[in-house]
């Protein structure tokens, strides 16, 4: 005789239910070990020298890494630095690919195609590689050890370019023509149906671009010659690979300090990253 | 409008003729010597251990960050207890810088007192010498991509799982349907095109990631952890030899073109499948 | 109004005439940073007190990353036309700058009488790797040579006199078992000796060849012998310390671990640079001894360090510039200042002299220890192409060290490789 559905179906939630305990506590394991590295940066960076390596429970606590590590570079203007910078590219990426990323969605011209395949392949392009020709333009240029110089080759982003020209596709033509029936000319449109529209595609990808920026090393530490244009990152390397070895006090002390915003700021707005990411339907 | 375009272009197409430009040169003398750069490149048998130890990278580093962060999006995405904790620790790794985070790995891996082999060693198993050991290297150094990346793979996944309908979920409920059966025929088709996405950059990112490797372990001991692009900032920064960098860069140009045009055409042909 | 205008045009007119420019000459002088410390501050202060003193010059010093990240920077501005009046650099990136053209040898600055007796007043150990095809190119800064740390508590421990550290090969062994422990399952607690082999092992292993008497490259750097049977008898004792004596960790050992392996007490004996001192010094919580490195048929040590280089495409103004900035910075006083705050050698014999470092030796001995083997010190490893010709052989001694080839084999194929690379320089 078949066992009633209703059996069935217990003993699946059973198995369910063991399934999910299983699940929740593995998920709990292997998020302890993802934030261990930061869990280590915690201890070390709080605890003196001589205990970043061993963790007896009652060795003392210091803020004197904390103060060595500020006093070392002048970390006041770096964080200006960063800033600034990160804000810079952010906002000339938003103006400049919104405007590629609308003409590669709505218009037709010559050569589309091929111009686009090279938009993707600048997203495989880092800057790095092409180091010495770049900084050669950018003597050309006059802009080395600047600001505006570190944060020119990534102003055009084939990352943005890509996603708002996803998103912009997406959206439903009724609006744009009813825009058009209105009489409003492109650049309203854009401005008035596409932008609103995208807003979480850009959260999404403001978020993307500012934590790269942010942790940029290479090219900003070729560009940069003076304290005026030095990112955090590079005032970092003060306190890495020396010849007396690592001393992860400090640079863990370091590494906290730099990273703060950047952490804090994610835990504000971390749900809000999600659901950007959400709706900017990355498909 | 197209004046803007071209405008975009300016770095991105720049960069392009420079390295278009950077035809196989000789020392300081510029005298073309036409494909011998090449010749030499296709005899170096650091290049040909860089190659293997790319395509090992990419070929583990690959599934299992994808795997992992579908995982971690499965969690996250069910009403599990600490949510919002498991969605922080696993995203944790792409925020922070990747110059001070090596050196954390540098004394997780360190013999004798470096925290995995205090672990082991409580256990009552035998520490290793996990940067130091040519077989052991290239493991080490995987794990520290795979953790660097499966958050942020894992937000893309936990994206596209919140856009499901839940209607598909109460009918499986409904039909009594486990876990397991209803990820995998309905759950895993549907995130087709997002796993698409995602391993077109994993597939990039595995070309990428080198700062961990020049701060960890400079590409030793005896290159066994060289990648590609690590080599090549050796030819082309230490070696100062720019021929030769110039050849290495444009055959990770061309692999990378090719990712990059594989993703144009299936993504775009996935566009329409929506 | 017209008076006081006319007045403040000829003063202003008055004082572009007298000075020999109007504006001052900038020299951007770009330096790493190797060691820990407030290393950009004090920098920045020297340059601060020769601005003073030096009105119409304006040295603007660069903080550039590591010695690495500092070429980098050094050699694209270089190439791009614009290269820093001055930087310091590791003193065998010699080869890499002439051959590029960047750098302009010293002598060429050398006109009075003065300036001879000082380029004469530095240790002949450190002027070997700044010098070929009879010129000098770059004069010494900061630099050093690889010591012998010990354990003293440990070796009390041991039943071995602690104030007694090896003095050759067969000692380095003998107390080397002694040192090491184990603990019940067998495992390694403590090991007897530790020679970092990660990054740069050609500078360490430098040690044991010199000791055995084999010398890697020629003055001119374009010819090494890596197979010299001496050196590969050298590299078969480092390899022996860990396979056959088991007193030294297999594989390759970190470097940057190094210090911190000896500070834990994991290990009882280091080979590391002397600019450790410092570090050692401040964290070390038990009596160490710092000792010149054991002799195998004789005593010896590479140099390392950095040093200071003038270069080519900028204005002789600048180049004069730098070379006064040259001098003014390694003037015995400065130089003697410049050891106690960093840990590095002091360049010049007479910066021993000086009553700040004859004070700061009678503290602390071991600050002398690297200066009395300077005697024994041969030239870092330099050739022309040098990074290629050293990654051959720190491959090669890697591949050793990890047991992948045999001493004979990875040196001889090391040898082939550098011998391929030199061709052209023949």
Known sequence: MRQPVSDLRGSTRRLDRARGWLSTSAAWLVAIVWIVPLLYALWAAFHPSAFATKFVLNAPLTLANFVSAWQAAPFTRYFLNTTMLVAGVLGMQLVVCTLAAYAFACYEFLGKSALFALVLIQLMVMPEILLVRNYQ???????????????????????????LRQTFKTIPKELVEAAVMEGASSLQILRKVYIPLAKPTYLAFALVSVSYHWNNFLWPLVVSNSVESRPLTVGLQVFSSTDQGIDWSIITAATLLTSAPLLIGFLIFQRQFVQSFMRAGIK | ??????????????????????????????????MENYRVMLEDPIFWKSVMNNFWFAFITIPFSIGMSILMALWVNDKIAGRDFLRTAFFLPTVLPMIAVANIWIFFYTPGYGLVNQILQLFGFAGHNWLGEPNLVLGSVIVVAIWKEAGFFMIFYLAALQSLSPSYKEAAQIEGASAWYFFRRIQWPLLMP????????????????????????????????????????????????????????????CILALVGLLQFFILDRRAHYQ | MKHVLTTVAAAAFGVCMSASACAKTDITFYFPVAVGGPITKIIDQYAKDFNHENPDLNVLPVYSGTYQETIVKVLTAHKAGKPPGAAILLSTDTFTLADEDAIVPIDNFVKSEADRVWMKSFFPAFMLNGQFAN???????????????????????????????????????????????????????????????????????????TQNDAILANADGNQVKYDDPNAVAALQYWVDLSKKYGIHPSGVVEWGTTPRDFLEQKVAMIWTTTGNLTNIRSNAKFDFGVAMLPAGKRRGSPTGGGNFFIFKKTTSQEQEGAFKFAKW???????????????YVAVSPAAYDTPALKKYATEFPPALVARDQLPDAVAELSTHD?????????????????GTKTPEQAMKEAQAEATRLLRTYK
Do not use: C
Not at chain 2, 3 to 29: C, E, K, N, Q, W
Not at chain 2, 202 to 219: C, Q, S
Not at chain 2, 241 to 246: F, I, L, T, V
């Open chain 1, 137 to 163: 333009t950018l003597t050309q240029l006059g802009l080395v050890d600047s600001l505006f110089g570190i944060g020119l080759p990534y102003f055009a982003s084939a990352f943005a370019i890509f996603l």
């Open chain 2, 1 to 34: 409008m197209v004046l803007l375009v071209g405008f975009t272009h300016f770095p991105a197409v720049a960069t392009f003729i420079d390295s278009l430009m950077s035809t196989p040169r000789a020392g300081r003398a510029a005298v073309f010597v036409g």
């Open chain 2, 194 to 253: 997002t796993t698409i996405f995602v391993l077109i950059n994993a597939l990039i990112n595995a070309f990428r990631m080198v700062d961990h490797i020049i701060v960890m372990t400079k590409g030793g001991p005896d290159n066994a952890s060289s990648l590609i692009l690590f080599y090549l900032y050796e030819v082309g920064f230490k070696f100062w030899d720019q021929g030769y960098a110039s050849v290495l860069t444009v055959v990770l140009l």
């Open chain 3, 135 to 209: 010129k000098t190119w770059g004069v010494p800064f900061q630099r050093s040579t690889v010591v012998l740390y010990w354990n003293k508590d440990l070796f009390k421990a041991a039943g071995l006199d602690p104030n007694i550290p090896p003095q050759n090969w067969e000692q380095t062994v003998s107390m080397g078992q002694k040192l090491t422990k184990k603990d019940a399952s067998g495992n390694v607690t403590q090991w007897g000796i530790q020679v970092p082999s990660s990054g740069f092992p050609y500078w360490l292993f430098q040690g044991f060849s």
């Open chain 3, 329 to 343: 910075l390694t003037q015995p006083e400065r130089a003697a200042q410049w050891s106690i705050d960093t840990g």
């Open chain 3, 386 to 402: 040098n990074q290629r010709v050293t990654k051959a052989l720190n491959d090669g001694l890697q591949a050793a060290l990890t």
